[in-house]
């Protein structure tokens, strides 16, 4: 009896009217130069009478216009979508894409940029499990070290990253950590070859983590996602295997939503 009720409650919350005007506003997206009543009607599966009232509705809000006997959707759609993309950031629309990452591993899906020597966490998605290291939006690490750090450092021109490696401080943060200057440049390099990087303990000892770059439509490297985890919970192997192709996916769909 609850799940029935709960269904019935559920068809009283949903507006079907609504539902079909927003219908009736994606077909007229889809035909910018303008729709009669009558294809209107065809390719919404409406009545002429029904699809009349949609769309003289949108005229009357100001979201149509009316020319003769085609009707297009108005600038003022565009001014919603613009207030709505002003009021947030590339990682707030991104955010849900990297809860699906977290949630599939039980694991945090974090986000970063580049910045001097460092990498700035822009979003993070926690897990359910501790990790010693502190992370929040605004944590800086060093990018030499973390998996982030190096998928973006693979994506700076050949210049940039010389002087990168000529001059960052460089410590040994465990004994896995690359230090030499040489070896750190090999590391980034297959990075860039693979399009992806696994740092194995190299910022804290127990902790792993796998990123991909995120690149916008010029081909510029402009953020990167990762998993991070504890080592007994994954091997390097299984985070190729497993979590790699997750990551591109998410990616994937990232860079179609923002730079498509």
Not at 145 to 172: N, W
Not at 198 to 208: A, F
Request: include cysteine; proline fraction near 3%.
């Amino acid at each position: 009896m609850e799940a029935v009720a709960e269904e019935e409650t559920g068809s009283r919350d949903h507006v079907g009217s609504l539902e079909r005007g927003l219908a009736v506003m994606e077909v007229l997206a889809r035909h910018p130069s303008g729709m009669t009543l009558t294809e209107m009607a065809e390719e919404a599966g409406l009545t002429r009478a029904g699809a009349r009232r949609f769309l003289l509705t949108l005229v009357a809000t100001g979201y149509a216009t009316q020319s003769g006997r085609l009707f297009s959707l108005s600038p003022r759609l565009l001014t919603v979508a613009r207030t709505w993309l002003g009021g947030a950031s590339l990682w707030t629309f991104a955010a849900p894409i990297m809860r699906e990452v977290a949630g599939k591993f039980d694991e945090a899906c974090n986000a970063a940029v580049l910045s001097g020597e460092d990498v700035v966490y822009v979003a993070r998605i926690p897990g359910r499990r501790i990790l010693s290291v502190a992370l929040d939006v605004g944590t800086r690490l060093p990018a030499y070290c973390t998996s982030m750090g190096r998928v973006l450092l693979s994506g700076l021109a050949a210049d940039e990253l010389k002087t990168f490696l000529a001059q960052a401080t460089i410590d040994r943060r465990t004994p896995k950590t690359i230090t030499g200057r040489a070896a750190l440049g090999k590391a980034i390099d297959k990075a860039r070859a693979d399009g992806f990087a696994i740092v194995d303990e190299e910022l804290e000892l127990g902790l792993r983590s796998i990123a991909v770059p995120i690149v916008d439509r010029a081909g510029r490297t402009v953020a990167a996602i990762n998993i991070s985890t504890q080592s007994a919970r994954f091997s390097v192997e299984a985070m190729e295997r497993d979590i790699l192709p997750v990551l591109r996916k998410a990616k994937q769909r990232v860079e179609e939503f923002f730079f498509v």
